[in-house]
């Protein structure tokens, strides 16, 4: 695993902060307009505003936050892998928090990607990207 100085690592939290942010502009973009839009269930607009939002963040994490050289199609498959679990249970959330408990749709927006945001973090750093963070051309090319 890559020893990274206090720095380095919060460098890393900033730049995964701002590309989850403009993620997250994505996702609620997206979800907002199928949400007003259509009559697609709420779980619905969440999903298809979650995967475009995930497509983006990890494109952008993989090059500029974490430099990675690692194997795309690898690293894509560990992010699905997490997506296989987090997707069904913040789906299910989503429909059991707005429809049976009546909570508003976009507080649970909010709540689902803070939950998010903070475990893909830890699961990028410390499982996707773990062995080859700064491996990639921009990062060879700072040093």
Request: with cysteine; net charge positive.
């Amino acid at each position: 695993m890559a020893k990274l100085s206090k720095k380095e690592n919060v460098i890393q939290a900033v730049k995964f902060t701002l590309f989850s942010i403009s993620a997250g502009v994505i996702q609620l973009c997206a979800s907002a307009l199928l949400h007003e839009l259509t009559g697609l269930p709420d779980w619905a607009d969440y999903l298809i505003g979650l995967v475009l939002s995930v497509l983006w963040n990890f494109t952008l994490n993989r090059e500029f936050t974490f430099k990675s050289a690692a194997n795309v199609p690898v690293a894509m498959a560990k992010v699905f892998g997490f997506y296989c679990v987090f997707t069904p249970v913040s789906t299910w959330l989503v429909d059991v928090l707005t429809q049976t408990a009546g909570w508003p749709y976009y507080l649970v927006q909010a709540l689902v990607m803070i939950t998010n945001f903070v475990t893909e973090f830890l699961f990028d750093r410390f499982v996707v990207f773990r062995n080859s963070i700064n491996t990639n051309a921009r990062a060879q090319g700072k040093k």
